[in-house]
């Protein structure tokens, strides 16, 4: 009786340790299995965005494609880098915000959002922002909206050499200037400030910056005025005096009586 029950627990022993080694095959031959496919998926080559140029901070990343300032390439999968861009249409609406050197990845972290640059955003090449402060019906407050575009409207008065007279000038001397934004805009306004002086950023060239500013310290009144946002048109240039104000619309017959018509008489 002893050997009759003894015989079958070795036997299940046996069994046991049998399916111990089968199960512990079938792991090692899973693990090899994964491992060798892991392995194999890591040397897979994928496409990853690699700048050819460098990419300077600030760089639009439109800017960047238009450049050839990157390329896609492609990499095995173990040697890219964490949030690499694959496509060169994912930074087009994106702007660098560090320098990337050529051979480099061109990773998220080293690009973000337009908007998240604010006024930096939309100057490029020889634009310029300048802060234009004064009164409220100057700047048209209320009304502006960043996004707007203005002509600047200025006059000038000029003493003759003897100083017995005064000449004044009137004429646009800018036209279709970016309204940015202003110092704290709310809803959208560009305006800045509820008092009676306030401020707004334009976005001009270099160029304009320069006459803008000499309207500014020079004329004896300037002012904003809103261009349409469709079909806007520009009339021919012009200088407006006190002569071409009274003379505009008459005939020739009404000027000789308005203006000459005492001299003539005598």
Do not use: C
């Amino acid at each position: 009786m002893l050997k009759t029950i003894a015989i079958p627990e070795r036997a299940r022993n046996v069994g046991i340790a049998v399916a111990v080694a089968a199960f512990a095959a079938m792991l090692t031959a899973f693990y090899v299995s994964n491992y060798k496919r892991n392995v194999q998926q890591d040397q897979k080559n994928v496409p990853v965005l690699v700048a050819t140029k460098r990419i300077e901070a600030g760089t639009p990343g439109r800017d960047a494609i238009s450049k050839h300032q990157a390329t896609v390439q492609e990499l095995p999968r173990l040697s890219v880098v964490s949030g690499s861009f694959a496509s060169l249409e994912q930074i087009r609406p994106l702007v660098a915000v560090d320098d990337i050197y050529p051979g480099e990845q061109v990773t998220a972290r080293r690009f973000s959002p337009l908007q998240e640059r604010g006024v930096r955003a939309k100057l490029d090449g020889n634009l310029r922002a300048i802060e234009v402060p004064g009164e409220r019906q100057q700047l048209l407050a209320g009304t502006l909206r960043e996004g707007d575009r203005v002509d600047v409207l200025a006059n000038f008065k000029l003493d003759s050499a003897s100083g017995s007279t005064n000449f004044s000038f009137t004429r646009l001397v800018l036209r279709d200037i970016l309204v940015v934004r202003g110092t704290a805009s709310t809803g959208g306004s560009a305006v800045s400030s509820d008092s009676d002086m306030v401020s707004l950023q334009l976005a001009l060239t270099d160029t304009q910056s320069q006459k803008l500013f000499f309207a500014m310290e020079n004329a004896s009144k300037w002012w904003l005025t809103l261009r349409p946002v469709n079909n806007a048109a520009d009339s021919p240039e012009s200088i407006e005096t006190l002569w071409t104000t009274l003379r505009d619309g008459l005939r020739w017959p009404q000027i000789q009586k308005a203006f000459y018509g005492s001299a003539i008489a005598r």
